[in-house]
Antibody, heavy 118, light 108 residues
Framework: QLVESGGGLVQPGGSLRLSCAASGFTFSAYNMNWVRQPPGKGLEWVSHISSIGNTFYYADSVKGRFAISRDNVKNSLYLQMNSLRDEDTAVYYC?????????????WGQGTMVTVSS | DIQMTQSPSSLSASVGDRVTITCRASQSISRYLNWYQQKPGTAPKLLIYAASSLQSGVPSRFRGSGSGTDFTLTISSLQPEDFATYYCQQTYSPPRGTFGQGTKLGIK
């Protein structure tokens, strides 16, 4: 399973670091992703990191402000969010990407809420 | 970047109805198309991967088809638990993971 933490209320321009703890599978064997969902809106893919942490992709909306990382010893995924904006307000999910299902996201966390507001 | 467009954005149906949701990619994505179901307050759930393969545990009334740019999700006989929002997603090329805007399936 995946369990996110670290969400909360932050002022515009502030920073926040999200964590995602993995258990029940070999974390180091899987690519991982962050997906977000603003209140009442659809899903937006945010970022991807390869299984060994050497390849990264970001949505244009967060490029240069967010940084994804992982610690395969601690079985954890992270999202460092800087220069936060009102439009970053959303539930943030971590999700496992599985090559056995055409790289679909087969395991999701419960989500953590990030609210950017003054 | 590849854009995903779903239609309709919402629809209403009754228990027992057959419904079809369409997803179109802005360029060919072969069969790298997945479908998810999301109910309010919960995380998305993978239903179908690789355009037509049923994820383990998903009822057979869900069927996916298509390749290239045009895909469909069909629910053959709606059950009460199927009323939810459905999203398509491409995992063909970076930035992988692009979602459609969603289709909200409501009760008529």
């Amino acid at each position: 399973q995946l369990v996110e933490s670290g969400g909360g209320l932050v002022q515009p321009g502030g920073s926040l670091r999200l964590s995602c703890a993995a258990s029940g599978f070999t974390f180091s064997a899987y690519n991982m992703n962050w997906v977000r969902q603003p209140p009442g809106k659809g899903l937006e893919w945010v970022s991807h990191i390869s299984s060994i942490g050497n390849t990264f992709y970001y949505a244009d909306s967060v490029k240069g402000r967010f940084a994804i990382s992982r610690d395969n010893v601690k079985n954890s995924l992270y999202l460092q969010m800087n220069s936060l904006r009102d439009e970053d307000t959303a539930v943030y999910y971590c999700a496992r990407e599985d090559v056995e299902v055409a790289d679909a996201f087969d395991i999701w966390g419960q989500g953590t809420m990030v609210t950017v507001s003054s | 970047d590849i854009q995903m467009t779903q239609s309709p954005s919402s629809l209403s149906a009754s228990v027992g109805d057959r419904v079809t949701i369409t997803c179109r990619a802005s360029q060919s994505i072969s069969r790298y198309l997945n479908w998810y179901q999301q109910k309010p307050g919960t995380a998305p759930k993978l239903l179908i991967y690789a355009a037509s393969s049923l994820q383990s545990g998903v009822p057979s009334r869900f069927r996916g088809s298509g390749s290239g740019t045009d895909f469909t999700l069909t629910i053959s006989s709606l059950q009460p638990e199927d009323f939810a929002t459905y999203y398509c997603q491409q995992t063909y090329s970076p930035p992988r993971g692009t979602f459609g805007q969603g289709t909200k399936l409501g009760i008529k």
